[in-house]
């Protein structure tokens, strides 16, 4: 029966993941199989079958110890064949797009990445993506009989799990050696805010002068109970701020109920990491900046006479 | 050593506007520049170049011809640059923009480096790089940051989600490169001007050995729609006097119940 196979090199994600897979699955009257591939594979599938996997297809070969995408892609390609998997679906992190993307070209599969959402249309599998640099939306589906799709890390809804049995398949793989040998792994360090989950968010970008006036935003951040997230230069090529902080495309993409938008100019690589907000406002003293077209509210004005001002304002409002 | 560094040209996405009544961006007329990304990966190779002893080739596909890519290309420290251009390339997907990629660093031969960006600066699906390496058959280290040649190695550092990679490979290899691995110079007028004197080659589909019937098999994911999202922002701007500006904002914000009083 041909397959849909789920794979994320981490667990979480993957099995985040599975409740849509088996939907999907279903629709297309498909087999859903996951593919484990590690240390402790086989007990790890349990998880897997309690979220609607048949078959985990399993690898505890000492090669996996390490992550290497080209490994792990030929895994899957060996993987894809004895299941019969039609539908790849893969987990969109750095990693999970090395090995969607060498996966695919060894099947010479269409390949999507970055995948929003995944739907059944005419008995076509569409998936949509953000375009032309975070502004749009793109709804495409792939041609070939093979699919590749990887998902953005937890875009979809979680289930309650339920115990549910399902076959452990050990298999024999045949794979070369990492080409790529990694000597050290230092963790990031991780800021203990998460911009992500704040309901005030201030974005500051390259309207402010220098590091030091970081202090202003601070204030008003404090004042109103937020939290400081910015665009990339400001972190990435200033490093005034950690790259935790960043907004946008290539950083957070935060849901806030309001975003002050501070000195920023409005790139659609920063905006994508606000359209979520329920409501914008910002402040900049360009009248034609792009960002006062995606803002609810606008204030032409120099940043530091606004922000003073507002700051002290909200003082005295939440103060009463 | 050789290094080839891929350039995407790109429709300039400061300038496209919005169809009102489709929600489709307005693409025909908008110029075609070279992607932000690809400013970093001349970078790291001129770097590259002032330490080590190496030439710089430019590579660049698409259609129309991406001569304006190629000219800035030249200007940020590439030495030579090869293009290709054609109408099939407009629709070409991932797999098929590496085949082509492919085939024409084979053709230009005896590379040590090869060089792209993470993820282009309009789609950013981070394919090409991957698939380019898988094809040619070489080491592939993703979303380097830092990047440094030891002897006939690379040391890369990969900037991951939770945490930094020091990762080594054998020459030659497949690079791709993050944007936080350097800031990337602005060319003077000198290499401007000398940019256009530089050597440029135009290649054909046939001068690579690829049959248009082979590429047709790459146009394997089909767009339904490209929209900008239901947009219903107010774009209310206040020019009062600032005093009275705040307020009405402030006044506005509690008003829709986003700011707890």
Known sequence: ?320 | MRIVVCAKQVVDLAQIRMNRETREPILSGIPLIIGDIEKNVLEEATRIKEQHKAEVIALSIGWPQPDGTILECLGRGADRAVMLADPIFETLSSTGVATVLAKAIEKIGDYALILLGEGSTDNNSGQVGPMVAQILGLPLVSYARQLEIVEDKVRIVKGLEDCFETAEASLPVVVTVSAEINEPRIPTILDVMEASSKPQESWSLGDIEISREELEQHHSVKVLSNQYPEQTRKNILFQEELGKSVDSLLQNLVKEGVLER
């Open chain 1, 1 to 320: 029966m041909p397959g849909v196979l789920v794979f994320s090199e981490k667990d979480e994600f993957a099995l985040d993941l599975l409740p849509k897979s088996a939907a999907l699955a279903k629709q297309l009257e498909m087999e859903l199989n996951v593919a484990i591939l590690g240390p402790a594979a086989k007990s790890r599938a349990t998880q897997y079958f309690a979220r609607g996997a048949s078959k985990a297809y399993i690898s505890e070969n000492e090669l996996f110890t390490e992550f290497d995408a080209k490994v792990q892609s030929q895994a899957l390609f060996e993987i894809a064949e004895v299941s019969q998997a039609e539908i790849m679906l893969l987990v969109s992190t750095k990693r999970g797009k090395e090995i969607a993307s060498s996966l695919a070209q060894m099947l010479g599969a269409g390949c999507i990445t970055n995948a929003l959402d995944i739907k059944v249309e005419d008995s076509k599998l569409v998936a949509s993506r953000y375009g032309l640099g975070g502004t749009t939306i793109v709804s495409e589906y792939i041609e070939t009989p093979k699919k590749v799709i990887a998902v953005i890390p937890q875009t979809f809804e979680t289930i309650e799990v339920k115990s549910s049995d399902g076959q452990v398949i050990d298999v024999d793989l045949k794979l070369d050696k990492p080409e790529v040998k990694v000597i050290e792994r230092k963790e990031r360090k991780r800021e203990s805010v998460d911009i992500e989950k704040t309901d005030v968010l201030i974005c500051v970008g390259l309207g402010l002068k220098q590091k030091e006036d970081l202090g202003l935003i601070q204030e008003l951040a404090n004042a109103v109970g937020g939290e400081i997230g910015c665009s990339r230069d400001l972190a990435s090529s200033l490093g005034w701020l950690s790259e935790d902080r960043i907004v946008g495309m290539s950083g957070k993409r935060c849901k806030p109920k309001v975003v002050f938008s501070i000195g920023i100019s409005g790139q659609s690589q920063h905006v994508a990491g606000i359209v979520g907000a329920k409501t914008i406002a910002a402040i900049n003293n360009d009248k034609n900046a792009p960002i006062f077209r995606v803002a609810d509210y606008g204030i032409l004005a120099d940043l530091y006479e606004a922000v003073p001002l507002l700051t002290k304002r909200l003082h005295n409002m939440l103060k009463s």
